[in-house]
């Protein structure tokens, strides 16, 4: 019976695997190794497999060498980019296609030349090398007539682009019109009215005028939408309490930083190298007889003093120009001395006095430092026994009491920076955080951890008015402010437009001379450039601007000129504009040519080149 049995089942994964076998007969065939060689046809052009598995394989190796990161194909799609390669393949074909039924194409004679002149297939000496053409083909999958077809149909193609995209140009009116808009000038003058410059202070609110201003003004006072979080929190500094340091470690760390805390004398010094002695000399000289300054000589050798800059430095580290360096004066310049780089100056910008601190004074630090250390493998150990009890149905709450977790809530939105909100990881375990959430331990860049559940999500929604008073009596007074200066500027509009009008009116003014529309003018609303812009000379406008209001006038307007500038600005924007008005054109026709080839995909092809990729 056993042997029987045995025999059953083993006839059993022999059907299995025939019918398994059976069932994938037709995937082999459109693999990549299969027999099937076409993922689908653009009018008489087919797109091979191969084609599309290069190009597909080309874009993801030229996004990995971009980001410096492997790229998986997972990611790929996700990006689109098999859909892009496949579209961009579908166009093409469908403008070889088109240059066919047109009949054009390049003689054998230019499809040599073109073959020749590709460098990849030249030797060492710089010509044409027959043996590396046939294996260079032969390494990328191709034969030589798949490859020369390929260069007649790419050509063709390029013949069609060109005879589409010649002699395309917008007018230059288009052009001349950017050109005035963008450098276009203007000068103007401005001032600048406060709160100070009212004739009355404006009186104290009303509880019903705030009320009102409220009402009227909701959408001004309004919470963000926020994530009601409590959370548990344990920092290094909350174990501090069972932490000790021995004094063996203590020393053995502060003997490990003789360096911070034992160091010699030392320089802030520049060095200025010479190609030879006798340039050096020459420097030296003109320095003692005042002929130039260090600066001077640094400038004459296209340097700049950051360049030139050592830092501070030991004596060890200047060698034979040690001595003369650590006995100068701060401010000197001592040399030519030699130097690892040849001969140079040297200015000393200041004394560092050598520095011994002993173990006592330096002990508090280590202790800190050490504690710390030792605190937050402390919480390191105890974070998965933490887990494991929230695991095991333990609650924040239960935590809070039990252990040293810190039990708090946070009115979390996408600006909380406070507090525990104050570390990425929190932040970001909160922005994707949900009510279904199960707790957990997560880490803290400073060694902490925290665990977190949401209470409740509110929407955006109104700050109630007694919470908002304060903000709200600002904005009130601040439009009281606004209001009064308004009236009491545009009662003067009518002769600021006179020159020295300003000054009389006891007005600050402030000029603004050959401004263009990108310019900003400090202290000014946002609108203040487009307003500018909209007056016409001699124009005056009145600006709110939060507390305050700004009086401006244009003074003068000049058209864009025919400089050099300009006419080159010009000269782009032409040629921006011919390439876009072509493409745009070269776009409308390729899609009527696509349309017209009718591409066939096979989803079953493109999906088993998907495959062979990892």
């Keep these: 019976m056993a042997k029987k049995g045995f025999s059953f089942s ?5 059907v299995l695997m025939g019918l398994l076998i059976l069932g994938l007969g037709g995937f082999g065939a459109i693999n990549l190794s299969g027999n099937l060689r076409s993922i689908g046809s653009v009018g ?3 797109i091979s497999v191969d084609q599309y598995a290069r190009q597909l394989q080309q874009e993801i190796r030229a996004i990995e060498a971009q980001t410096g990161e492997s790229l998986s194909f997972a990611r790929a799609q996700e990006m689109g980019l098999d859909r892009a390669v496949l579209q961009r393949i579908v166009r093409n074909r469908a403008l ?11 003689g054998d004679a230019t499809l040599r030349d073109e073959i020749v002149a590709i460098s990849a297939f030249q030797g060492i000496d710089g010509n044409f090398d027959r043996e590396g053409y046939r294996f260079a083909l032969q390494q990328s999958g191709m034969s030589e007539a798949e490859f020369e077809t390929s260069i007649r149909e790419e050509s063709a193609r390029g013949l069609l682009q060109r005879a589409v995209l010649g002699g395309v140009s917008m007018p230059d009116t288009y052009a001349r019109t950017l050109v005035d808009y963008v450098a276009e000038e203007r000068s103007f003058t401005w001032a600048r009215l406060s709160a100070d410059d009212l004739d009355t202070p404006v009186a104290e609110p009303t509880e019903e005028e705030l009320q009102a201003y409220y009402d009227a003004n909701a959408d001004d006072f309004m919470l963000p939408a926020s994530k009601s979080i409590t959370y548990a929190w344990l920092r290094p500094e909350d174990l501090l309490d069972e932490v000790e340091v021995p004094e063996e470690e203590l020393r053995a760390e502060y003997d490990a930083r003789s360096s911070e805390y034992d160091q010699p004398e030392r320089r802030l010094v520049e060095r200025l190298v010479f190609a030879n002695q006798e340039a050096a000399d020459q420097a030296a000289a003109a320095l003692e007889v005042n002929g130039t300054t260090f600066e001077a000589l640094v400038e004459e050798r296209g340097l700049a003093l950051a360049d030139v800059d050592m830092g501070d430095v030991a004596k060890s580290d200047l060698d034979g120009a040690g001595d003369a360096v650590f006995s100068a004066e701060s401010g000197a310049i001592v040399g030519p001395l030699p130097s690892s780089l040849g001969p140079a100056l040297f200015r000393v910008n200041a004394i560092l006095p050598a520095q011994n601190v002993p173990f ?3 002990r508090e630090v280590l202790e800190e430092t050490l504690a710390i250390s030792r605190a937050t493998r402390a919480v390191e150990a105890r974070a998965q026994e933490i887990d494991d009890r929230l695991a095991g149905g333990a609650t924040l709450e239960d935590l809070g009491k039990e252990t040293k977790m810190n039990l708090g809530t946070i009115d979390w939105t996408e600006d909380s920076s406070g507090g525990i909100a104050a570390y990425g990881a929190f932040r970001e375990a909160a922005a994707g955080l949900s009510a279904d959430a199960f707790p957990q331990i997560d880490q803290l860049d400073d060694g902490g951890i925290f665990a977190m559940r949401l209470d409740e999500t509110k929407p955006e929604r109104p700050n109630p008015f007694d919470a908002a008073r304060a903000e709200v009596e600002a904005a009130w007074r601040n439009a009281q402010i606004v209001d009064a200066l308004t009236a009491k500027a545009e009662n003067l509009t009518a002769d600021l437009a006179d020159e020295g009008a300003f000054e009389a009116a006891g007005l600050e003014p402030q000029l603004g001379e050959g401004m263009t529309r990108s310019s900003y003018v400090d202290g ?6 487009d307003q500018v812009f909209d007056l016409d000379e001699g124009g005056v406008a009145v600006l709110p601007a939060g507390d305050h209001v700004v009086v401006l006038r244009v003074d003068s307007v000049t058209a864009a000129g025919d400089n050099d500038q300009t006419q080159a600005l010009m000269g782009r924007l032409s040629q921006q504009l011919d390439q876009a008005l072509a493409q745009g054109l070269f776009d409308i ?3 009527a040519v696509m349309r017209d080839a009718d591409p066939q995909i096979d989803q079953r092809a493109v999906s088993a080149v998907h495959v062979n990729f990892p």
């Design 10 to 14: 083993k006839t059993a994964v022999w």
């Design 589 to 591: 026709y390729s899609d």
């Design 96 to 106: 070889d296609h088109e240059a066919a039924e047109m009949g054009l194409s390049i």
């Design 44 to 46: 008489d052009k087919s």
């Design 524 to 529: 000014t609303p946002d609108t203040f450039m």
């Design 360 to 362: 006592e004074e330096a």
